[in-house]
């Protein structure tokens, strides 16, 4: 079991910046492969950003590729996503989840039923 909290959300006008973290007690993060969410009101939760459990690969979505980095400190159990230029249409609340499923080094899963374990997600707010 692993129990991830996340921190960091905030209200930023459009092209401002945040950092999120995601805090991990239990079991230590390097077991498990790391994915960002978000979830807008009325929608579904969509993969936001992932990196494999060494961190040498990240992957993200197209809506936030330049814009967003994920970053894992293993020793500190702490995943992080720097989020720049940030726009209205990233509005949602954000979650940091666990997947403890080896699927290989290179591959970060995308679906929110991958993964095991979830915060209980951070609110960011961009103001046009």
């Known amino acids: 079991q692993v129990q991830l909290v996340e921190s960091g959300g905030g209200l930023v006008q459009a092209g401002g910046s945040l950092r999120l973290s995601c805090a991990a007690s239990?079991?230590?993060?390097?077991?498990?492969?790391m994915g960002w969410f978000r979830q807008a009101p009325g929608k579904e939760r969509k993969w936001v950003a992932g990196?494999?459990?060494?961190?040498?690969?990240?992957y993200y979505a197209d809506s936030v590729k330049g814009r967003f980095t994920v970053s894992r400190d293993n020793a500190k159990n702490t995943v992080s996503l720097q989020m720049n230029s940030l726009k209205p249409e990233d509005t949602a609340v954000y979650y940091c989840?666990?997947?403890?499923?080896?699927?290989?080094?290179?591959?970060?899963?995308?679906?929110?039923?991958?993964?095991?374990?979830w915060g209980q997600g951070t609110q960011v707010t961009v103001s046009s």
């Open positions: 989840a666990a997947d403890g499923v080896d699927r290989g080094p290179t591959v970060v899963a995308h679906g929110p039923n991958d993964y095991n374990y």
């Open positions: 239990g079991r230590t993060l390097s077991s498990y492969t």
């Open positions: 990196i494999t459990r060494r961190g040498v690969h990240s």
